[in-house]
């Protein structure tokens, strides 16, 4: 898993009847600041990566969020039948990362 932020979404018409009105967000996948920064450890940076991941529980745009990627993905309620392979399975409320809240 790994931790991401809603850029958009994706609208297709056209596409495999099993997706049909399933929800499919934009997430860019973030990294931790890491460094001699007096800052580093307490906020995220962008990797400049855009994952389209199927929404399975309502995120938004700008929201942090957990990402299952991979055959872990399928494990999500409902979709063990449906072609995917990155689903948000978490709103992240709070990161704490080396004693530091990061956003």
Known sequence: MFLG????????????????????????????????????????????????????IGAGEGQLVLIAQGSSARLAKGLNKIPVDAVVVGIVDDAIVMGHKIQ
């Open 5 to 56: 932020r809603v850029k958009g979404h994706v609208v297709a018409t056209a596409k495999d009847p099993s997706i049909k009105g399933q929800k499919l967000l934009i997430v860019e996948p973030l990294k931790v600041a890491y460094g001699d920064d007096v800052n580093a450890g307490d906020r995220f940076e962008p990797t400049g990566r855009a994952i389209v991941s199927m929404d399975s």
